[in-house]
């Protein structure tokens, strides 16, 4: 038997939800003894592909084969029992549960009808022996720290599937000590031959603990490669890429800075949240904000609205020393946030279109100071049309809306607001390229009317395209600042590729 | 310590403490005439409580209680007195029909995807509303074989009292814990009641598991139902109004929290034995009314939703923590 | 004008159409209940007493209907009821001036209805285990208030509340239709409905965008608990006693019923206060009708049960089977799954 033969493949995998291809033709294969790197940017794809191979989706289109065999993915159990076991980052564990019954909950050995649990803690604790763990099985498993909760979610499919193993961001919430320990048990397990995949942000680990890579961008793969073979930069080029259609200004950052930047945040930070940092925005000033995903970027823009209040830090507007502690002093301020989960910090999806987009400025306006309906309908016809928003009728629900349609409208209900300072967060994500270049040219147009504006993005060659100045973040740090010539899609990948303490080349 | 014990240790100091205080002011409350009472008393509501122990545990709710043990009783008055069906026999139907009534809600409630509160509801409803169906009159049950059954006791040193009903609710308790640690049900239950979407993809047969538990439900509201109809000899449409909630009162007074997934079949017994302890010391002092045992219990109940609250708090804080150890 | 009118006709077609065949089962059950005849300065009626009795349930459910659509729930409103009543009667019978004794038991409401509000807003309790705490704990204050005894009292203005009548209109009427027309006014004159539709689909993303939600869900359980104690009264007035253990036994279930016949999900959003009021005339008429019919009024029980069960029937086949799943959405799925 040759070890070198792929466990899994899938070719020409197709996935769509409504209006919105989530998977567009990808290839994927996995050998057996093979750590294999899964990247991509939020909305990239990785989790449909994921659901897809552990049978949650049923594929539209495309092939999944097992050893060379096409097989139909049922549902998880089957998944399950042809030997693909998964780690979902939160934990799918039962935490009210002791670590035994976690482990062998859904087969637990019995005895005379009752659950041997002699039995089933003295194999629990051999399961977990395997990788040097010696825990008390008996106790409850929230006891245990989420990297132990970690290690027995993974002990647990490996031992109800033992082929392959999907682990979709198991570091994201461990410390450094915790990943060593997790990557100890990885290696161990790639010795005993498992297939395993392995999802994550942090490009580091990637070149720690991978053998191959494959990236996926926009629901397609953008590149495939063994880790040995792929220099970090080509890696963070691939991932961020180059898919924008429209015709770049780029003349923004050759613009002098504003005489005097209004908005001013000095120390601002906030504990296991974000490191402190310094920003200043003038009107008229686009910032873009670089960084990976987990680096700190919805963070920064949480903390600015006041969604978790800052514990250091103060902010000054005009001179004026200034406290947001929610978003209603925020939006007071003339503030505005399009927020990263559009789904559920964003729309309220069954109200109208109307009514989403006069939300913020009725908030504002206070309870008993309503926005008369005629006004309601005669704003959302305006910005319907100004924002080019595709509907048959203002009235419809908005969760009936596409993506970008959605993200206009939430645009459009802060822009009612006439707000000074408006920060988006991944305004282009999840949605088609059409809807992506006029967001754009958007965000183009609001600056010019003098707008404050704090975008970010994954997108780095947006951000070169609209930014005054580019803030690049890593680790949960503002590393720094780049303005005028210094804002070039391969600096800005450079200082995120940048390991911790080497200088930016 | 373990943080989950912590409602559970705190009921059984309440619970002793409470009893202490009686004995100061009661010396004579210290008998096994008390106990015995306090067992027998409180049997219904301690059989209909390890059903809604385990409907909370999976995170559900049980309102048809009250109303399916008032059922029960006017069944059985019915069917003994007026059709001359023997009790065995009656109990036989009873329990059948209240097992089936709750497997039926556990399905419109697990298929259906709605709220248990509201099915429970249509359910106390219905099982209400059969009752008069039947009569609207108290019905007195007489019958050897209920008096042999109330003749069974075994008198204990000091005169008290161990009945079969009360011997029937301690027996009902140790077979709920059983079936809670020891059995795979009992773990699917716990399992539900922490994380439905990781019980379902760790391989819980929700759907069957979820039907089950209102089925237990349903039947230990009927056997509740005989031992209520054994205790009052009668059936009467209008009793046991609201024993659905000193059954949920006591589940959470017993540390079980109300989201689901945490506490003791053990504990819901400590929290049936506190409300039988206010009831007995308001019967001792004589002046006090019986409304009191509802703010008690009222006090108690939110002092232990505050006390879970706040551990869920703490722990969540406690794993937000960038290091776990 | 045209497309704004007969969706909203549509949408309460099935509950206009179920009222109407009540009452017509009521007709055929009892030939005169149309009959309204005048007397005495007031009017008499099957008709009148549907309205009259539904009174206390319409109240209700106006209270109710604000707390579902921020997808909450209270339990506690039979509970609050008994302890306004009780304070009302108690402080009749103690002397003060009824409009003192008035405002005390509607006090006392607004107080428990805000206890419920912070424990769900600012503890975060889910609303069913936050307002549970004063289901069990009210009926004792409500005892305490009365010292364990019904409190009859003879009291003309305070009974007037219950079987007065104005220009010829039973009181209860005229208080649920004022009340009625009040909250539609203040809730769709000014932003309230919007935000709580708003706060009741999306509460994080009201959040987002500026709405203290925490505020006005304090507002909305606070307003649901002045309802339950204008219930209370007028129930207490109308049997010229408080009944600590049976006034409002069972009407927060009513009031939650009478929400769902509506049309407002128990999921939160959108909501009519109109079509909760049409529905909790609904069961008022099918108790008056099951009475005038000779059956016990206990029947009643059944027949909501089984409306219960058809009504969760229906709404979960739309949200299920319904056009959702026809257009390939996967909401309900993938929130079972994450």
Redesign the interface.
């Known amino acids: 038997m040759t070890d070198k033969a792929n466990v899994l493949a899938v070719e020409g995998i197709g996935k769509s939800f409504v209006g919105f291809k989530a998977l567009d033709g990808v290839d994927f294969s996995i050998r057996a003894g093979e750590v294999h790197a899964l990247l991509g940017e939020n909305g990239a794809g990785k989790s449909t592909l994921i659901k897809v191979l552990t049978g949650v989706h049923q594929p539209d289109a495309g092939v999944i084969s097992l050893d060379g065999q096409p097989v139909h993915v049922r549902d ?2 089957h998944a ?1 029992s042809l030997g693909i076991g998964t780690v979902y980052q939160e934990v ?6 002791s670590v035994a ?2 482990l062998f ?4 050995p ?1 005895r005379y ?3 041997d ?1 002699r039995l089933m803690e003295r194999r629990a604790r051999e399961v977990l022996a395997q990788y040097d763990l010696h825990l008390d099985v008996a ?2 498993l ?7 909760q970690q290690l027995v979610a993974i002990a ?1 499919a490996v031992d109800m599937s033992g082929r392959i193993l999907i682990l979709d961001e198991p570091t994201a ?1 461990l ?1 450094r000590h ?1 990943v060593e320990i997790l990557f100890a048990m990885i290696r161990r397990l790639k010795a005993r031959g498992l297939g395993i995949v392995f999802i994550t942000h942090f490009l580091d680990q990637v070149y720690e603990v991978c053998d191959h890579v494959t990236v996926l961008r926009n629901g397609k793969l953008a590149g495939s490669a063994p880790t040995s073979e792929l220099p970090k930069l080509d890696l963070v080029k691939m991932m961020l890429g180059r898919t924008l259609a429209v015709a770049t200004h780029g003349d923004r950052r050759h613009r002098p800075p504003p005489e005097e930047r209004q908005l001013s945040f000095k120390g601002v930070g906030r504990s ?1 949240s974000i490191a402190p940092f310094d920003l200043d925005i003038g009107e008229g000033e686009v910032i873009g904000m670089a960084g990976l995903l987990g680096s700190g970027r919805t963070e920064t823009a949480k903390l600015l609205f006041g969604i978790d209040a800052a514990d250091k830090g103060e902010a000054w507007i005009d001179g004026r020393a200034v406290r947001i502690r929610t978003p209603q002093d925020a939006v007071a301020l003339g503030f505005g946030l399009c927020p990263e989960d559009r789904k559920s910090d964003g729309i309220i999806g069954d109200l109208s279109i109307r009514e989403n987009i006069a939300l913020a400025l009725q908030a504002h306006r206070g309870w008993f100071n309503r926005l008369p309906k005629r006004e309601q309908t005669a704003m959302a016809d305006r910005f319907v049309k100004a924002l080019d928003i595709r509907t048959t009728d203002i009235e419809k629900p908005v969760k009936l809306l596409s993506g970008g349609n959605q993200q206009k409208v939430i645009l459009a209900r802060w822009l009612a607001t006439n707000p000074r300072f408006l920060i988006l967060d991944e305004p282009t994500r999840g949605i088609d390229v059409g809807a992506h270049a006029e967001i754009i040219t958007l965000i183009n147009e609001l600056c010019d009317k003098g707008l404050a504006l704090l975008v970010i993005s994954s997108e780095i060659d947006e951000i070169v395209a609209y930014s005054n100045r580019v803030v690049v973040l890593r680790d949960r740090t503002h590393l720094g600042e780049l303005s005028g010539d210094e804002i070039t899609t391969s600096n800005i990948m450079q200082m995120i590729a940048t390991e911790t303490g080497e200088v930016p080349a | 310590m ?1 943080t ?1 014990l912590l409602p559970l240790y705190a009921t059984l100091l309440i619970c002793l403490i409470a009893y202490a205080a009686c004995l100061i002011q009661f010396p004579a409350m210290f008998s096994t005439r008390v106990a015995g009472n306090l067992l027998t008393d409180n049997a219904f509501l301690g059989i209909a409580a390890v059903g809604m122990t385990f409907v909370i545990l999976s995170g559900g ?1 049980d309102l048809s209680v009250g109303s399916v043990i008032a059922f029960t009783g006017v069944l059985l008055a019915v069917l003994i007195t007026q059709h001359g069906v023997h009790p065995l026999v009656a109990f036989a139907v009873a329990l059948a029909i209240t097992t089936a009534f709750g497997a039926a809600m556990g399905i ?1 409630i697990h298929y ?4 248990a ?3 429970t ?6 099982a ?6 039947m009569t ?1 009159d108290s019905i007195p049950i007489d019958h050897p074989f209920y008096a042999a059954l109330q003749g069974v006791f075994y008198r204990l040193p000091g005169g008290g009292r161990l009945t079969f009903i009360g011997c029937l609710m301690v027996a009902v308790f140790v077979v709920g814990m ?1 079936i809670a640690h ?3 049900f009992g ?2 239950i ?2 539900i ?12 047969p929700v759907a069957r598991t979820t039907i089950g538990i209102y089925a237990m439900s349903g039947f230990l509201s009927g056997l509740s139902g005989i031992v209520f109809s054994l205790y009052t000899s009668a059936g009467y ?1 209008l009793a046991t ?1 609201g024993v659905e ?1 000193d059954a ?2 006591a589940v959470v007074i017993g540390g079980t929290l ?2 689901g ?2 506490g003791y079949v053990a504990g819901t017994f400590v929290g049936v034995i506190i409300q039988g302890l206010i009831q007995t010391y308001i019967v001792f002092d004589g002046t006090l ?11 108690l ?2 002092s232990f ?2 006390l879970q ?1 706040v551990l869920v708090v703490l ?1 969540l804080r406690r ?7 | 004008m045209k497309n704004m009118f007969i969706p909203a006709a549509a949408r309460a077609a099935p509950q206009l159409g179920s009222l109407a065949l009540i009452l017509f089962l009521n007709y055929l059950a009892f030939p005169g209940f149309f009959e309204i005849r005048f007397q005495d300065g007031r009017l008499y009626g099957s008709l009148v007493d549907v309205l009259n009795r539904g009174a206390p349930i319409i109240i209700l459910a106006i209270g109710m209907t604000a707390v579902i659509a921020s997808r909450g ?1 209270d339990l506690s409103v039979g509970a609050v009821m008994a302890v306004s009543g009780a304070l009302a009667a108690t402080m009749t019978v103690a002397g003060y001036p009824v409009p003192v004794a008035v405002i005390a038991a509607i006090g006392v409401g607004l107080l428990c209805g805000l206890w419920n509000g912070v424990l769900v807003a600012y ?4 609303p ?3 307002t ?10 409500a ?2 208030i009365t ?2 005894s019904i409190v009859t009292f003879n009291e003309p203005g305070l009974i007037f509340f219950g079987s007065g009548a104005i220009l010829g209109i039973p009181v209860p009427i005229l208080i649920a239709a004022c009340l009625l027309a009040v909250t539609i006014v203040l809730v769709r004159r000014t932003a309230l409905g919007l935000l709580i539709e708003s706060i009741g689909v999306n509460r994080s993303a009201s959040s987002y965008a500026g709405l203290n939600s925490k505020l006005l869900l304090l507002v909305i359980y606070g307003f649901c608990g002045v309802c339950a104690a204008l219930a209370g009264i007028i129930i207490a007035a109308d049997i010229r006693g408080a009944d ?1 253990n049976n006034a409002g ?1 069972w009407l927060e ?1 009513d009031a ?1 019923l009478a929400v ?1 016949i509506g049309g407002t999900s ?1 999921f939160g959003g959108r909501f009519s206060l109109i079509m909760s009021a049409i529905g909790a005339i609904i069961i008022q008429a099918m108790n008056t009708g099951i009475l005038l019919s000779g059956f ?1 009024p ?9 409306v ?2 058809v009504i ?2 229906a ?2 086949f739309s949200s ?1 089977g319904g056009w959702a799943f026809l257009k390939g959405e996967f909401r ?1 799925k993938g929130t ?3």
């Open positions: 998880t159990h399950q799918n564990l039962l935490p009210n549960m019954d976690n909950i859904g087969r637990q019995t009808g009752f659950i649990r106790s409850d929230s006891r245990y720290s989420v990297a132990i647990r919430s410390d915790e296991r | 373990n989950r709710i419109i259906l995807q709605v709220p509160f509201i099915v509801l249509a359910g106390m409803f219905l209400r509303g059969m009752c008069f169906v609207t059983i020891f059995s795979k773990s699917y716990y399992a009641g922490g994380n439905r979407s990781s019980a379902e993809l760790m391989g819980v449409s109004v909630l949920i009162a109300l989201t997934g945490v009314s019986s409304w009191w045992t509802k703010i008690v219990v009222g006090v109940l939110f939703i505050g609250r722990s794993s937000a923590a960038p290091t776990g150890g | 729930v503890f975060d309790l889910q069913i285990v936050a549970l705490i004063l289901m069990v704990t009210g009926r004792g204050i005892q305490l010292e364990g600590a036994l279930l939650i769902v128990l016990p206990e029947y009643n029980l059944i027949l909501k049960a089984l219960i069960i969760l029937l709404q979960s299920l309900a079972r799954q994450q």
